[in-house]
């Protein structure tokens, strides 16, 4: 059927709308790297003092390193060709000037700070608590979903009731809970309270609905376990859920900032949100070194979304359609 001109006009509008948002969603992104690799020192022979980009008003939009290198390198090329050692020389040891100065920030957290460790730390405490959770949570909605007992409905609605209770009313109780353990000051007292999430709960169950029945009858007459079934025919159908599970619970551990710099004293167990909060209360200043810091912590995230953006979309999709 032939569209008409009037549904492209509003296609058009919907687009451009959606672009708008999506340009203004990324700026404070965009702004983040922009200024962690701005210049923050430069002076060339027509200069009479050294200026920085970093806090210059108006704000610079790029970084400023970029146009600037390769207007040396374009002046270095000409005075080799012209012979000229000495002005080639000048334009070479400028280029150099340029790319350690934009990219000293990042040298520098990474040398004079313990970056290295939190982001470690960040990194495998988020992959445990992402890995229990989809084995915990994928094992509980299928139970919900494929698996008749009394009180199954009314045990999903008590577990999904949770959901109401603002976590800033379980910091104390668990608080002391974690105290009384032992825990404090460990890596566990992050791990054991997300393993537990509730919302992982509903998003399997909402998915198992959609695996068919016939497939777990088939497995069963085939001799499998409860456990083989399970592992070798709903797990791979519930792919898409586990992507996008995954996903919601590596960003959410990722970015917990409250919990973590409660329950941990010591500078090397500092995951990376609470290691860049000290950070940024000692050097106030170092705008550049500041934004250095959360262009590390962003990136993990933009690798995880872009390798697993088809089952995130396709996820969101069908978990919202699923009875």
Known sequence: MKKKPLDRLNKLIIFGLLTVFAVVSLLPLYWVFSTSLQLSSYQSQDMERPVSY?????????????????????????????????????????????????????????????????FFNSIYIAVVVTIGILLIDSMAGYVLAKKKFPGRNLIFWIIIST????????????????????????????????????????????FMYSIPDELLEAARMDGASEWRTFWTVVLPLARPGLAALGIFTFMNVWNSFLWPIIVLNTSELYTLPVGLKTLQDANLASFKLLMSGAAVAAIPMIIVFILFQRYFVKGLTLGGVKE
């Open 163 to 206: 959901m109401m209770i603002p976590g800033q009313v379980t910091l104390v109780p668990l608080f002391i809970m974690v105290g009384n353990l032992g825990l404090m000051d460990t890596h566990w007292a992050l791990i054991l309270p997300d393993l537990s999430m509730v919302f992982g709960v509903f998003l399997m169950r909402q």
């Open 54 to 118: 970093v806090d210059s008003n108006p704000p610079k939009m790029y970084p400023m390193g970029i146009p600037l290198y390769f207007k040396h390198w374009g002046e270095a090329r000409e005075a080799a060709k012209a012979g000229d050692a000495k002005e080639e020389e000048y334009h070479r040891d400028m280029m150099d000037h340029i790319v350690s100065n934009s990219f000293g920030s990042f040298k520098n957290l990474f040398k004079k700070h313990d970056v290295g460790k939190w």
